[in-house]
């Protein structure tokens, strides 16, 4: 059963879980977890919370957290593709895509995206339309616009 813990941060109070020692969730404020729980606070979920904040500060880039990446072998490559845009930049579906070895699965990147359960940690945020319009987002469109222009700013 996974650990679920309530933390504030910048972006409003979010939900940090983690199972056997690998973080597998986060919630956005106002979303409710689909998954059993218990209400604890372990260590893992203490530092999930200070790499946020130090994220949230500006002063943290990259995170270094054991995560669990659970999920059919497309979506776990581009989650893995997702960790890989540098900070402050972002990507396009398209180049996602032909990153994992699908040119033309644009849209199956966006399904990826939106099965994503550790958003910012996993920044599906960094990855935009070709045309460079935000696209979509699981938190909503002026979430993803907060976190690249935090970014930008700290980069």
Same mark, same amino acid.
């Given at each position: ?50 790499? &946020?904040? *130090?994220?949230?500060? %500006? $002063? ?10 659970? +999920?059919? @072998? ?7 593709? &997702?960790? *890989?845009?540098?900070? %402050? $930049? ?10 994992? +070895?699908? @040119? ?52």
């Amino acid at each position: 059963m996974k650990s679920l813990w309530f933390c504030d941060t910048a972006i409003g109070k979010i939900g940090i879980a983690e199972e056997n020692g690998e973080l597998t969730d986060i919630l956005y404020p106002g979303e409710n977890p689909d998954f059993d729980y218990t209400y604890k606070e372990t260590p893992l979920i203490k530092e999930a919370h200070k790499q &946020l904040s *130090e994220y949230f500060n %500006g $002063e943290r880039k990259k995170f270094d957290l054991p995560l669990r990446i659970d +999920g059919p @072998p497309f979506q776990t490559k581009v989650w893995n593709a &997702l960790m *890989e845009i540098p900070y %402050g $930049e972002t990507r396009s579906y398209k180049d996602i895509a032909v990153r994992v +070895g699908n @040119p033309s699965g644009s849209r199956a990147v966006g399904c990826a995206n939106g099965k994503n359960r550790l958003p910012i940690i996993i920044p599906c945020h960094r990855v935009i339309a070709a045309d460079g319009t935000p696209g979509g987002y699981g938190g909503g469109l002026n979430m993803k616009k907060f976190l690249l222009n935090l970014e930008i700013k700290h980069r």
